[in-house]
């Protein structure tokens, strides 16, 4: 059964950087594209960011510029380096999978990033 | 692509069939998929690709459309089918979410 475990949000300074760091287990994770969504408290959902290989990566408008997306296979592990962060930005972060690229039947837990003075 | 979902909020019994409704803004041809969201957890696909159910999920929950019109329907609420439900397209990055429509216990 595939596992996907979010770590690394917490509470930042605007204009502060923070790594997000997802570790899957269960699943062939180099076969799969990689997608980070995040969800304000109460609100809807939103597609920041999205890895197959290095050579194919996106990002929203929102965070194009500010946020990096990244993976190790080796370590099945994928990560979401953010800098110069918003109020905006204050969300639950999850990182999603799936079979079929761009829908995600596993999800993490979610990991709260928090951006406040 | 903007999703529009209607409406925001049902109220159902147990047992009736309720039907919720995403509307594109452009078409996503059968790329659509319908996610349940319950308080304090993560999404849960239901259906992918407008008609298919992923694994796990009972018979009673069931896609269909295509373009720019999609539907959801679950034929007889349980209990626990009472949640938020998100449509979510995957033709165009970025791929977008609906603004969820909540099925709530009449």
């Known amino acids: 059964e595939s596992q996907l475990v979010e770590s690394g949000g917490t509470l930042v300074q605007p204009g502060g950087s923070l790594r997000l760091t997802c570790a899957a287990s269960?699943?062939?994770?180099?076969?799969?594209?990689m997608t980070w969504v995040r969800q304000v408290p109460g609100k809807g959902l939103e597609c920041v960011a999205y890895?197959?290989?290095?050579?194919?990566?996106h990002y929203s408008d929102s965070v194009k510029g500010r946020f990096t997306i990244s993976r190790d296979n080796a370590q099945n592990s994928l990560f979401l380096d953010m800098n110069g962060l918003r109020a905006d930005d204050t969300a639950l972060y999850y990182c999603?999978?799936?079979?079929?690229?761009?829908?995600?039947?596993?999800w993490g837990q979610g990991t709260l990033v928090t951006v406040s003075s | 692509i903007v999703l529009t979902q209607s409406p925001g909020t049902l109220s159902f019994s147990p047992g009736e069939r309720a039907t919720l409704h995403c509307r594109a803004s452009?078409?996503?041809?059968?790329?659509l998929a319908w996610y349940q969201q319950k308080p304090g957890l993560a999404p849960r696909l239901l259906i992918y690709d407008s008609t298919n159910r992923a694994s796990g999920i009972p018979a009673r929950f069931r896609g269909s459309g295509s373009g720019t019109d999609f539907t959801l329907t679950v034929t007889s609420l349980e209990p626990e089918d009472f949640a938020v439900y998100y449509c979510q397209q995957r033709h165009i990055w970025p791929w977008t979410f609906g603004q969820g429509s909540k099925v709530e216990v009449k």
């Open positions: 890895m197959i290989t290095t050579s194919t990566v």
């Open positions: 452009q078409s996503v041809g059968s790329y």
């Open positions: 269960g699943f062939p994770f180099s076969n799969y594209a």
């Open positions: 999603a999978t799936g079979v079929l690229v761009g829908s995600f039947d596993s």
